[in-house]
T-cell receptor, first 111, second 113 residues
C-alpha cells in the first residue's frame, strides 16, 4: 500500500462547478499537508499549505485536513478553464525534510 | 527574478555514460531537493540538502549522487545511467523550515537508451 493515495482522474467538470480533490494517507506522523498545481510541461507550484487538522481558505480554494480519517481535500469554487491542471497532494512529518507526494489528479474545466 | 534553473532541459544519453544535471537557485535558500516524476508513481524524492555539505537520502536514492558545495547549486549526478532512470527530474528549493514553500525548477526530461 502506498503511503499516499490519490485518484489520478481525469476529472472533467463544467466551468463554474465546485471541484473536490482528495488524498488519503497511512502514516499518522504526517503533520504538514500541501496541495500543488502543475500545468503541462511545468514544475509544480504550491497552492495551499495546512498544518495538522482543520480548514484553510484562500480565495476560491479551501484545503481541509481530517487527521482522524487520514484524509485531506482541496475544494475549488467557481472553477475556471485556467484551473485545468494536475493537482498533487504532498505531506511531511514534523522535523523532517522528506516529502511524500500523491500521484496527482488531472483536472479539466470545460468552458 | 526569483527562480530555480535546471540544465539541460532535455537530454538523451546511453546506458553507462556519466551525466550531471545542474540546479541553481537565486533565492538564498538553505533547502534544496531533487525529485523524479514518473507516470502512475507521481513525484518521488531522490535526495535533499538542508544546507551546504549536508545531504540526505529521499525515497529513491539508488543510482544517484548529489553534492552541495555552494548554497546556490545542487547538482544531480548519474554515474552510470540505466534505462530505468528515464524520467522527468525536478529540482526544488525552499527556506530553512520544512514548512516553507518549495519552489520547483522547470524540469529536465532525461532519456537513457
Amino acid at each position: 500500500q502506498k503511503e499516499v493515495e490519490q485518484d489520478p482522474g481525469p476529472l472533467s467538470v463544467p466551468e463554474g462547478a465546485i471541484v473536490s480533490l482528495n488524498c488519503t494517507y497511512s502514516n499518522s506522523a504526517f503533520q504538514y499537508f500541501m496541495w500543488y498545481r502543475q500545468y503541462s510541461r511545468k514544475g509544480p507550484e504550491l497552492l495551499m499549505y495546512t498544518y495538522s487538522s482543520g480548514n484553510k481558505e484562500d480565495g476560491r480554494f479551501t484545503a481541509q485536513v481530517d487527521k482522524s480519517s487520514k484524509y485531506i481535500s482541496l475544494f475549488i469554487r467557481d472553477s475556471q478553464p485556467s484551473d485545468s491542471a494536475t493537482y498533487l497532494c504532498a505531506m511531511s512529518a514534523s522535523g523532517t525534510y522528506k516529502y511524500i507526494f500523491g500521484t496527482g489528479t488531472r483536472l479539466k474545466v470545460l468552458a | 527574478e526569483a527562480q530555480v534553473t535546471q540544465n539541460p532541459r532535455y537530454l538523451i544519453t546511453v546506458t553507462g555514460k556519466k551525466l550531471t544535471v545542474t540546479c541553481s537557485q537565486n533565492m538564498n535558500h538553505e533547502y534544496m531537493s531533487w525529485y523524479r516524476q514518473d507516470p502512475g508513481l507521481g513525484l518521488r524524492q531522490i535526495y535533499y540538502s538542508m544546507n551546504v555539505e549536508v545531504t540526505d537520502k529521499g525515497d529513491v536514492p539508488e543510482g544517484y549522487k548529489v553534492s552541495r558545495k555552494e548554497k546556490r547549486n545542487f547538482p544531480l549526478i548519474l554515474e552510470s545511467p540505466s534505462p530505468n532512470q528515464t524520467s522527468l527530474y525536478f529540482c526544488a528549493s525552499g527556506a530553512s523550515s520544512s514548512t516553507d514553500t518549495q519552489y520547483f525548477g522547470p524540469g529536465t526530461r532525461l532519456t537513457v537508451l
